[in-house]
């Protein structure tokens, strides 16, 4: 009964092995071999070359997440549509009729989504 378990106990070994191994030899590295002299250079804060001139906690527009979710929504119907379409035969009719409904979800979010002027960037 427990052999059955050990290919899963052995990947869970494994995994944290790989995990923790690249952590600890950081540590380790950078403790015994590493030089550690730090100055107000060094621990200053970088952005692209220049000084920071704001808050890194700053607010974004909220139409910036919404283009970025719509673009995951539109991202995923895709990534639906690829393997849907390879095996359309396969599935038949009620394969083809399942993925109308969700096309037509879809494209009904997609109009509300325009009808509200979430697409509109000024």
Known sequence: MLQNYLPVLLF????????????IMGWGVGKFLGTIRPDAEKRSPYECGFEAFDDARMQFDVRYYLIAI???????EVAFLVPWALVLKEIGFFGFISMMIFLAILVAGFVYEWKKGALEWE
């Open 12 to 23: 869970l070994v494994i995994g944290a092995l790989v995990g923790l191994a690249p952590m």
């Open 70 to 76: 719509l673009f995951i929504l539109f991202d995923l």
